[in-house]
Each structure stands twice: as C-alpha cells, then as structure tokens.
C-alpha cells in the first residue's frame, strides 16, 4: 500500500485544475479593477491555464514513461510554484495571462504524473485500492475550492489567492 501522505500528496497534485480554476474564480473582477483590465483579457487567465494543462498532460505524460517521473514530476510543481509567484507578482494582465499559462502547464505536468505513480508502485487489488483512496481525496477539490475562494477572497485579495494556490 502506498504510505497515506503520499496518496495524500497526489491527490493533492492532481487537483490542480479545480483548486486553481474554481479557487480563482471569485477574484476575477478584482483583477480587472486591480490590473485596469478588460472582463474578456482576465477571462484569457483561465483559457491560458487550461491551454498550459492540456499540453502539460499531453506532453509530458507520454515523455515520463521513456525518461522516468520524479524528475518531471519535481520540475512540473517547480514549474507551477514559480508561474504563480510570478502570477501574484505580475504587474500587467499580460504577464498575469504568461504566469497563468505556465501555472497550467506544470499543473498538467503534476496531475498526469500524479495519476501514473500509482500503477508504478501498486499492482492488482492494491493498485485499485490506492486509485479508489487518491480519487475519493482528489473528488472533494471541486466541492472545497468554490468555497475556499469565496471565504478567501476579501481577506487575501485576489493576489492573495494565487499565493494560496
């Protein structure tokens, strides 16, 4: 079995896109106001992520098998750690919208590789035991991060939520 913080971990990883699409969600008017912005330029921060996490999955999903997974799996969250610092830091909806892009990019790195780890460790009943447990933890994202982002988003700003996430 795998040891419970890293199912933990995974899920965790693999609910990237909820966490950063839902999460982000009720701070989108002020970054319009924050960044003097259009609706429609702020809305291409989720088409941005998304267009990242696609290509992320597509990309680096079929490259961890010939290359290995730790290695891409640490540079993916790498990757996404240092989109949202810059994402937070961003001065123009241009570079919020690069930030965004490459935050769903390592994001899509993290969620593929986090899915693939467990038929690596884990075979047979053990193997859809540990998928069971990571896809139970994984299926809450989408009914926390709404609300998170909600409670969050006057205390913390919308600045605040992308260091959250």
Known sequence: MIPLPLLGTLALLSATAPFATDMYLPVLPAIVEDLDSSRALVQLTLTGFFIGMGLGQLVIGPLSDAIGRKGLLIAGAGCALAASVLAALAPSI???????????????????????????????????????????????????????????????GWRGIVWVL
Do not use: H, I, T, W
């Open 94 to 156: 241009e570079v919020l919208v690069f930030a965004r892009a490459l935050q769903g990019l390592g994001g899509g790195a993290c969620v593929v590789l986090a899915r693939a780890v467990v038929p690596d460790l884990l075979a047979g009943k053990a193997a859809a035991k540990a998928y069971s447990l990571l896809m139970a933890l994984q299926g809450n994202a989408p009914a926390v991060a709404p609300g998170s982002g909600g409670v969050l988003a006057e205390p913390l």
